[in-house]
C-alpha cells in the first residue's frame, strides 16, 4: 500500500474512534465579600481651657458615632465656631433647634470655639464667670454636644487646662475632683454640670457607704476640709436612714466671691452640689441646711418622687423636692448633733415668717405657676411643702416603705400616699401646726414678722404699680431703671436702683419692708439640754 495512504487511513480511523472528554473548567470562584468597617462606638472628648486675661473659654469637643448620630449638635452656640472630620473642614448650618452641618460628617468629629465670660459677681448665680485667678464654669453656657447623645450615657473623657491660672492650678468639677475625669454619663447630665479651675483644694473621702469628694477655690471664713467631712458624713447618716444599698460618688464644688454675708446660692448639680459663697460667710445654720437639703435631693425628687397633680407643672413639684427635703434636712441634722434647738427654732420660725408674709398663702397649690411673680410662687411652694411635712409628724417608716416601693416600681407617688389630710396644701387653706410639732424640749410662742414687700413689679426695666415703701421712695409708674439690686425675703437689706431723671440717672434706695404681721412660732424649753431632745438614729 502506498505509504501515504496508510497514513491517511490511521489518520481516518483516529478521527473516528471514541471522542474525548471535554476540558474540566473549574467552577469560578466567588470573590470574599469586603469586611464591614464597624460603627464607631459612641464617645465624647471634651476640653475646656479657661484664658482670664482674654475672659473666655476655650472649648473642644470630639465626638465619634455614626454620620446619623452626629448630624444634629444642640446646646449653646457661640457666634464663631469651626468643625472638622475625617474628611477635612465642614461647613456648618445654624437654625432655631441647633446646629446641623452642610453634608455628612465622619467620625472622628472635632467642634472648636470660644465662650465669654463675666467677672464674678456680675452673672446669674452658677453661670460661667471668669478673672484672671479662677474659673466657674456652667454646661448650660458652655458645651455644644450631639442631640442624639442627650438621653443616651457615652463615655466621655473630660479635661481642664487651667495653666493660664499658674503652674499649680488645676481644675474639677462636678465629673469628679480632679482635672482629667473619665465616665459614662449623657448629654443632659453633662449640660447640668458644673467646672471650677484655678488654686484648688482637695479632699477626698473613699469608704465602704461610699465615695465623697470636694475641690474648692478661693478663701473663706470656715475650713472647707471639716466642711467637706461634715457634708460626707451627713450623707452616710442619710444613706442609712433610707436604707439604701448604695450611693454613686458625689462632689461637693465650693466657690468663694466677694458677695455679702447671707448671699449664698446652694445648687444641685449633676453629681455634685455647687456651693457659692462670699469671703467672709461663716458656716452656719442656714448655709448647713441648703447644703444637706441639697445631698437628701439625691434620693427626694428623684428616687422618690410625688406625682403632680397637673402633669408639666413647674412649681407644684417643689413642695416636695424643695419643700420635704428642707423639712428633713432640718430634722436629721438635729438628730445627727449638727444643729443646736435654737438653731431648728428659728428655721422654723423663718419658714414661718415666709409662709403668712407670702401674697399667695391662700393660692391653691396648682394654680401658684399661673401667678406673675414666679420667684414668690415658688417660695410659697416650699414653705407650704415644708411646714406641711412638720405637721405630719414622724413619718420616718413612711418615708422608707415608699422609698423602697418607688425603687421596686420606678414610679412616683401621689401625694396622698403620705398620710395626713393634704387640703391644706392642695388648697391655700392655713397649715396650723400642733404645739408639740417640733417635740416635747420646744415650746409655742408668738412671733412678730415683717414682709418682704419690694413694692413694684418688675417688667423689664420698666416699673410698675409701685406701691408702699417703694412708692415712698420716689418711684412712680413707668419709671425706667437699671442696676436693681435686692436681698429677695430679705426686708432688712434696702433695694437698691437707678431710675432714670429726664437724661439723667438718679440712685435710689429703701427698705423692703411691709407691715409686721403676728403669727406662731416655737422657742427651746429653759433649761433642757439638747442631747435630750434629739431622737433617731442618732440616739439609737
Not at 334 to 358: D, K
Not at 433 to 460: K, M, N, Y
Amino acid at each position: 500500500m502506498n505509504p501515504r495512504a496508510l497514513v491517511l487511513v490511521v489518520l481516518a480511523l483516529t478521527a473516528c474512534g471514541a471522542p474525548r472528554a471535554a476540558p474540566v473548567v473549574a467552577a469560578p470562584v466567588a470573590a470574599e465579600p469586603a469586611a464591614k468597617t464597624p460603627d464607631p462606638t459612641p464617645t465624647l472628648e471634651l476640653r475646656l481651657r479657661p484664658d482670664g486675661a482674654s475672659s473666655q473659654v476655650f472649648v473642644t469637643v470630639t465626638a465619634e458615632g455614626t454620620p446619623a448620630e452626629l448630624a444634629r449638635w444642640a446646646g449653646a452656640i457661640p457666634p464663631q465656631l469651626s468643625a472638622r472630620d475625617r474628611q477635612g473642614s465642614v461647613a456648618l448650618r445654624r437654625d432655631q433647634v441647633g446646629l446641623g452641618f452642610e453634608r455628612p460628617v465622619h467620625a472622628p468629629l472635632t467642634l472648636e470655639y470660644a465662650v465669654r465670660s463675666g467677672p464674678f459677681g456680675q452673672v446669674t448665680p452658677g453661670g460661667s464667670a471668669l478673672d484672671p485667678n479662677h474659673f466657674r464654669g456652667a454646661g448650660e453656657d458652655l458645651l455644644l454636644l450631639p442631640v442624639a447623645f442627650e438621653d443616651r450615657p457615652v463615655p466621655v473623657r473630660l479635661s481642664i487646662d487651667a495653666k493660664s491660672f499658674g503652674p499649680d492650678a488645676g481644675g474639677a468639677s462636678s465629673l469628679g475632683s480632679d482635672s482629667e475625669e473619665s465616665l459614662s454619663i449623657s448629654g443632659r447630665a453633662l449640660r447640668r454640670s458644673s467646672f471650677i479651675a484655678g488654686p484648688l483644694g482637695r479632699a477626698r473621702f473613699d469608704a465602704p457607704e461610699g465615695i465623697d469628694r470636694a475641690a474648692w477655690l478661693g478663701f473663706t471664713s470656715f475650713d472647707p476640709r471639716q466642711v467637706a467631712a461634715e457634708v460626707a458624713g451627713f450623707r452616710t447618716g442619710a444613706r442609712q436612714y433610707f436604707a439604701a444599698r448604695s450611693a454613686p460618688p458625689l462632689t461637693l464644688l465650693l466657690v468663694s466671691d466677694a458677695r455679702r454675708p447671707g448671699r449664698f446660692d446652694v445648687a444641685r448639680r449633676t453629681a455634685s452640689i455647687l456651693i457659692q459663697v462670699g469671703v467672709a460667710q461663716p458656716w452656719d445654720a442656714p448655709l448647713r441646711l441648703a447644703v444637706y437639703q441639697r445631698v437628701l435631693q439625691e434620693w427626694l425628687g428623684s428616687e422618690l418622687a410625688v406625682a403632680p397633680q397637673n402633669p408639666g407643672d413647674v412649681v407644684e413639684p417643689a413642695w416636695f423636692t424643695e419643700g420635704m427635703s428642707r423639712h428633713l434636712a432640718r430634722d436629721l441634722a438635729f438628730r445627727f448633733g449638727l444643729l443646736s434647738a435654737e438653731e431648728v427654732a428659728a428655721e422654723v420660725n423663718h419658714l414661718i415668717g415666709l409662709y403668712v408674709t407670702s401674697p399667695y398663702q391662700n393660692v391653691p397649690l396648682g394654680e401658684l405657676v399661673e401667678q406673675p411673680d414666679r420667684a414668690a410662687a415658688l417660695t410659697q411652694a416650699v414653705v407650704r411643702g415644708a411646714l406641711y411635712s412638720l405637721s405630719l409628724g414622724d413619718i420616718d417608716d413612711l418615708l422608707r416603705k415608699l422609698f423602697r416601693e418607688a425603687r421596686s416600681t420606678n414610679a412616683p407617688v401621689s401625694m396622698d400616699a403620705l398620710g395626713g389630710d393634704p387640703t391644706p396644701l392642695r388648697s391655700g387653706a392655713r397649715i396650723q401646726l400642733s404645739p408639740d410639732a417640733l417635740g416635747p424640749c420646744f415650746i409655742p410662742r408668738r412671733q412678730s414678722v415683717t414682709p418682704f414687700v419690694l413694692g413694684f413689679v418688675e417688667q423689664g426695666h420698666t416699673v410698675k404699680s409701685p406701691s408702699g415703701p417703694a412708692r415712698a421712695a420716689g418711684l412712680v409708674d413707668g419709671d425706667e431703671f437699671s442696676d436693681l439690686r435686692y436681698q429677695s425675703n430679705d426686708p432688712s437689706v434696702k433695694v437698691r436702683l437707678k431710675v432714670k431723671r429726664g437724661d439723667a440717672w438718679q440712685e435710689l434706695s429703701f427698705l423692703p419692708a411691709g407691715k409686721p404681721v403676728f403669727a406662731q412660732g416655737f422657742a427651746k424649753k429653759p433649761g433642757v439640754k439638747d442631747d435630750d431632745c434629739r431622737r433617731g438614729p442618732a440616739k439609737e
